[in-house]
């Protein structure tokens, strides 16, 4: 039995709306100087449905060594890590090009 898609009515495995949603996704990253002058590199637009927010995370404080949280879909790191983010995130997986670094 094939499960169809509630976006297009397709069957799923021959459905692409997921991979239209990974292309479309926009991962915004930039910094914030939330308190006291700590800086914080926020990452958003991770779609919490598509990407395990909690593994990616823990992967992304281990490449960096820095510390860091995560909610609804947005990742905190300590530190600036701009320069690198972008590498780390498309050796995770992502798109280069769905990256915007401010
Ligand atoms: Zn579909």
Known sequence: MTENCPNCGLPKDICVCKDIAREEQKIEVRTSDRSLGKVMTVIEGLDD??????????????????????????????????????????????????????
């Open 49 to 102: 449905e598509d990407v395990d927010i909690g593994s990616l995370e823990s992967k992304l404080k281990s490449k960096l060594a820095c510390g860091g949280t995560s909610k609804e879909g947005k990742i905190e790191l300590q530190g600036d890590h701009t320069r690198r983010i972008k590498d780390v995130l498309s050796e995770l997986g992502f798109e280069e090009d769905s990256i915007e670094v401010h």
